[in-house]
């Protein structure tokens, strides 16, 4: 049976800090690993990770991903109020792109 | 383009009811998927379809049932409504064009309904 991890399950700083939010997985038909933020309403799309190593970033946000020991990183720097939220890390392992959920990293960002 | 739409946003249902939870994209995709997620945990697959006709269980199926008669609409179907179903439902959807397509896309989601039964 597939299976994604997150860690910390909760995590509680203040505006300015950097976070690191973990991922690993154990899954048989490994295609790609995705984080999603969710707040209060549908997963938002953040990053899709394909490859070992290869820093995805946006703005803030970063991540990546090792394929040798299965596990990949989110890091959030400068963090703001507006980053809280539960950030959630998928892996894309079925033969119709289903994608199996970790239970999700609660941030929350105090002023 | 309005993406995922989901109807109800919420309902409330007595044990024993029964109730159809509708979802339509309008993106041309040809796979969709149904997940519910409780409070506090990570999405779980309840069904998934690659196409008109097609369908497939996912990791939670057992007390719904999915049909796909269009590409657009692919309705899950509560017919004995439990308090164990008592969760947030979300459709979603993704394009599957090709080979490369696998590698970048993503998929959409719809706004969610919240469902509770008592």
């Known amino acids: 049976e597939d299976k994604v991890v997150q860690s910390p399950l909760s995590l509680v700083v203040h505006e300015g800090d950097t976070v690191t939010l973990n991922c690993s997985y154990e899954?048989?038909?490994?295609?790609?690993l995705l984080w999603y933020k969710q707040e209060k309403k549908a997963p938002t799309f953040l990053f899709m990770l394909t490859s070992s190593g290869i820093e995805k970033k946006s703005g803030r946000l970063s991540s990546i991903l090792d394929k040798k020991e299965l596990f990949s990183i989110l890091n959030i720097t400068a963090t703001q109020t507006g980053d809280s939220a539960v950030y959630l890390c998928a892996v894309d392992s079925g033969s119709a792109r289903q994608l199996t959920f970790g239970s999700g990293t609660q941030l929350t960002v105090l002023p | 383009n309005a993406g995922v739409t989901q109807t109800p946003k919420f309902r409330i249902l007595k044990i024993g009811q029964s109730m159809t939870l509708q979802c339509t994209q309008d993106?041309?995709?040809?796979?969709m998927y149904w997940y519910r997620q409780d409070p506090g945990m990570g999405l779980k697959l309840i069904y998934y379809s690659v196409g008109a006709g097609i369908t497939d269980k996912g990791e939670v199926p057992n007390g719904y049932n999915v049909s796909r008669s269009t590409t657009e609409d692919f309705p899950l179907r509560l017919e004995l409504a439990a308090p164990s179903q008592t969760s947030v439902y979300f459709c979603?959807?993704?394009?599957?064009?090709?080979?490369?397509?696998?590698?970048?896309?993503?998929?959409?989601f719809g706004p969610g309904t919240r469902l509770t039964v008592l």
């Open positions: 979603a959807s993704s394009l599957l064009a090709g080979w490369t397509a696998a590698f970048t896309d993503t998929q959409y």
């Open positions: 993106m041309n995709h040809n796979y």
């Open positions: 899954v048989t038909n490994f295609r790609s």
